[in-house]
Antibody
């Protein structure tokens, strides 16, 4: 199970951190992704962290977002800086099966960036 | 870029086909998700044509050349949802989603 927290409202240029608490499997042994969905729009992949700790980002967030994990607490985080109105979206964490698909998703958490 | 039709309509009991086109589909596996309104996506098909446990056999996937297809047989009212294709772009190490298709059951 993936339980998300940390969404909310922030002004443009601000920062926010999302969390994803995982139970049933270990984040340290799995790839974990973040996916977002702007209101009324489709899914957009944001970031992934591999089991070895390597991270990758969509071009739209590179340099502004940082994905990390806390192995001891089995949680995934997404630090978001320099937020823009176009970052407004529902953000989902998901278990990412190696270089393939996402088979388990969190419930989502809404981020609203006001200009 | 993965291209999907924005919408597909089908009568109950009939078969719906949703396509996903892209230049990199031929060399990559395609996966499909169903997203009902207000809910998180659910994995529907993986590795082109495999179904996770719990997904009805009415849902099937196929791929030919640069086109992947999700087929839903004997469509039910509860299948009304958005459907997304997705693949892993190995060159850029990114996951890519199609734009999504809204399935309407008439």
């Amino acid at each position: 199970e993936l339980v998300q927290s940390g969404g909310g409202w922030v002004q443009s240029g601000g920062s926010l951190t999302l969390s994803c608490a995982v139970s049933g499997f270990s984040v340290s042994n799995n790839y974990m992704s973040w996916v977002r969905q702007a209101p009324g729009k489709g899914l957009e992949w944001v970031s992934v962290i591999y089991g070895d700790g390597n991270t990758y980002y969509a071009d739209s967030v590179k340099g502004r977002f940082t994905v990390s994990r806390d192995n001891a607490n089995n949680t995934l985080s997404l630090q978001m800086h320099s937020l823009r109105p176009e970052d407004t979206a529902m953000y989902y964490c998901a278990r990412d099966i190696i270089d393939a698909f996402m088979d388990d998703w969190g419930q989502g958490t809404m981020v609203t960036v006001s200009s | 870029v993965l291209a999907q039709p924005p919408s597909v309509s089908v009568a109950p009991g009939k078969t719906a086909s949703i396509t996903c086109e892209g230049n990199n589909i031929g060399s990559n596996s395609v996966h499909w998700y169903q997203q009902r309104p207000g809910q998180a996506p659910v994995l529907l098909i993986y590795y082109n044509d495999d179904r996770p446990s719990g997904i009805p056999e009415r849902f099937s996937g196929s791929k030919s050349g640069n086109t992947a297809t999700l087929t839903i047989s004997r469509v039910e009212a509860g299948d009304e949802a958005d459907y997304y294709c997705q693949l892993w772009d190995s060159i850029n190490d990114q996951r890519v989603f199609g734009g999504g298709t809204k399935l309407t059951v008439l």
